[in-house]
């Protein structure tokens, strides 16, 4: 699929390039190690991928930090159909291992009003992980409706509905190798 074909598909413009989402999340993969080593973090890390939409980011995100880690995966809903968010948070399926004392990173696509990430991490930090920090894709400021602190930005991008490098519409998209605008996206 490309994006010419955005007639039928609704795709819009390229935002993120394969190459640019490489080189990126390579910067990402360095900084945590040096981070964790820094601290002198013995334990292993465990890397929490939120599920759907950060399958692809975390993928790559492991293989671009060099030591040790772990990884598990939490479902949540926070949207329904199209691209306005609900406001309500539920947890859908949870981490398959216990992450009291572990060091949690949690690996997310996109951060929007910020309501999913603030109430995941209020859910893991009543775990007691020893430290507990969040690594994004994509940062949606603009739109935010919460304070949160988020350790790990990939791009900070302007307010339009994004999909594609597991990102979806409709359960559609997530399959490009890049991250584009969805055609109507701008006005919202
Ligand atoms: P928040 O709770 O508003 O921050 O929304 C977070 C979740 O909404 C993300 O994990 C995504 O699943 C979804 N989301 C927010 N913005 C977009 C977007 O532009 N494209 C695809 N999914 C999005």
């Known amino acids: 699929m490309s994006p010419s074909d955005k007639s039928e598909t609704r795709l819009g413009r390229v935002l993120i390039t394969?190459?640019?989402?490489?080189?990126?999340?390579?910067d990402l993969g360095q900084a945590i190690a040096r981070d964790y080593a820094k601290e002198g973090e013995t334990e292993r890390p465990i890397l929490v991928g939120v599920l759907q939409g950060a399958f692809l980011f975390m993928a790559d995100l492991i293989r671009s930090i060099p030591m040790d880690v772990s990884?598990?995966?939490i479902s949540l809903a926070s949207y329904g159909a199209g691209t306005s968010p609900s406001g309500v948070v539920r947890l859908q399926s949870d981490l398959s291992v216990s992450i009291e004392r572990r060091p949690v990173l949690i690996v997310e696509d996109i951060v929007d009003t910020g309501l999913t990430m603030s109430y995941l991490k209020r859910a893991l930090s009543a775990r007691h992980p020893r430290s507990l920090r969040v690594c994004v894709l994509l940062d949606k400021i603009e739109r935010r409706q919460v304070e949160l602190d988020v350790d790990y930005i990939g791009f900070t991008i302007p307010n339009v509905f994004v999909v594609g490098y597991g990102m979806d519409w409709n359960g559609r998209y997530r399959n490009l190798p890049y991250v584009a605008a969805l055609d109507d996206s701008g006005g919202r």
């Open 71 to 73: 990884t598990d995966f």
């Open 18 to 26: 394969e190459a640019e989402l490489d080189a990126r999340i390579h």
